[in-house]
Each structure stands twice: as structure tokens, then as C-alpha cells.
């Protein structure tokens, strides 16, 4: 999922490995966390031939510390992360939506209609979708915690799908069944 990659900026490039999604590859530029995947070694393998080139001293610190963030989410003792983001090069829209999903509390969910609501964009539920699907920075802006009307569990683009955004969300408390939110 490389293309979701739109800067030409230097990249600091980090690998965090067994976690229960797999490996996970994460991307810094010196303005913040540009990039996390949980596409493994190939999208790894594909930042540091195409985008790696002298990162400067802030984005390893950034990829670093975003790197111990997401085993600390994974050993369950964090439930924010504190990291900058670097959205550059996504359009306003997607960029509206990246940021209210990002003020999604740990162990809670909202519909895609109330981040279009909460965007003032109430009639986008579709759009919003849309938007998350491209996501660049999956479980630091938790777009697992979007659920369709009705708590159904609906669309993930990370490798597993649904069965991913399900462990994500039991991984927070969430009471999960038959692919929708246990009431």
C-alpha cells in the first residue's frame, strides 16, 4: 500500500514485528508520523528502496517512539498515542476525517455518520468511508473504532479485513459478535 506514501521527504522507516496483526511498518518524516502499515516486510522493504534517504534526527525520534507506542497498544498499557502526525499531501476532506477519528477514545466506537456529522458534513457517512479506507496511519488514527449504523463491523482494508478490525476493537474491551458490536 505504498501509494499511500504522496511526500518526497526524507523517511525515517521502523518495523515493529510480532504483533497480533502481524508486522507493522512505520514511516516518519521530521514533521511527524507519516505512515503505518500493517502490510509487513514488503511495504518495509519498498519505503527504504524508494522513500528512505538521510532522515533527519526528529523523524527517528518520531518513528521511534511511535514504534514503542504500538507495542505498548498491543501489551495493552496505552490507550493514546502521543505522536505528531504528518498529513501532508492529503486532501482537506480525508484530512478532516483523519483528524475526528483521531479524538476516538480507546474502547469506544462511532458511526461513520457521526464522524460525518462531527465534520459538518452530515450527509458524507459514504464519503467518510471512503476517506478511512485510505487511511495512512491505521490504529495510531483509529479508524477500526468507525462502525457502520447499527454497530456492524464494515470495511477494513488491512490485511485480515474485518477479522482484524474485530481483534483491534476486543483488543480495546469491545464485546464482539458475528461481525458487529455485542449491545
Not at 519505503?47 to 525520534?61: H, Q, T, V, W, Y
Request: glycine share 10%; hydrophobic share 45%; with cysteine.
Amino acid at each position: 500500500m505504498i501509494e499511500k506514501i504522496t511526500q518526497d521527504r526524507p523517511l525515517a522507516v521502523a518495523m515493529v514485528e510480532d504483533t497480533p496483526v502481524g508486522t507493522i511498518v512505520l514511516a516518519a518524516s521530521d514533521s511527524g508520523l507519516a505512515y503505518l502499515s500493517f502490510h509487513g516486510l514488503q511495504d518495509f522493504k519498498t519505503l527504504i528502496l524508494d522513500k528512505s534517504n538521510i532522515p533527519g534526527s526528529r523523524a527517528l525520534e518520531i518513528v521511534h517512539a511511535a514504534g514503542r507506542q504500538v507495542q505498548e497498544y498491543f501489551e495493552r498499557k496505552r490507550k493514546a498515542f502521543d505522536i505528531p502526525f504528518d498529513l501532508e499531501g492529503q486532501p482537506e476532506f480525508r484530512r478532516l476525517v483523519l483528524l475526528e477519528t483521531s479524538r476516538i477514545p480507546y474502547g469506544k466506537t462511532l458511526t461513520y455518520g457521526e464522524v460525518a456529522a462531527r465534520i459538518h458534513s452530515p450527509k458524507a457517512a459514504r464519503a467518510v468511508g471512503g476517506a478511512l479506507a485510505r487511511n495512512p496511519l491505521a490504529l495510531v488514527i483509529p479508524c477500526h473504532r468507525v462502525v457502520a449504523d447499527g454497530g456492524g463491523l464494515h470495511g477494513f482494508s488491512a490485511p485480515g479485513g474485518l477479522a482484524t478490525k474485530a481483534l483491534l476493537l476486543r483488543l480495546e474491551g469491545l464485546a464482539i459478535e458475528d461481525d458487529r458490536l455485542a449491545v
